[in-house]
C-alpha cells in the first residue's frame, strides 16, 4: 500500500486495486501455457475465469468475516 495514501478512500481502492493486480497475475500464471497469440484459447478461458470465481469467493467470504 502506498504510503502517501491521504484518506480510507484512497487506502481501499490501493488495496482493491493491489487485490485484482494480484489475482490477475495468479490466474495469468496458473492458467496460460501459451504466449503466441494475444486470444487466449478454450481452455484458458475458462480456467482463468474459474480460477478468478474461486479467488474472488475466498476474498468476499474473507472480508465478510472480517468485519
Not at 490466474?27 to 504466449?35: K, L, W
Not at 486470444?39 to 474472488?56: H, I, M, P, R
Request: with cysteine; net charge negative.
Amino acid at each position: 500500500m502506498d504510503s502517501r495514501a491521504t484518506s480510507p478512500e484512497l487506502m481501499n481502492m490501493q488495496t482493491q486495486m493491489r487485490f485484482f493486480f494480484d489475482l490477475a497475475l495468479e490466474c495469468n500464471q496458473r492458467c496460460v501455457s501459451s504466449y503466441d497469440s494475444k486470444n487466449l484459447d478454450g481452455d484458458e478461458t475458462a480456467c482463468v475465469k474459474s480460477c478468478f470465481n474461486q479467488q474472488k469467493q475466498w476474498n468476499d467470504k474473507f472480508m465478510e468475516l472480517s468485519k
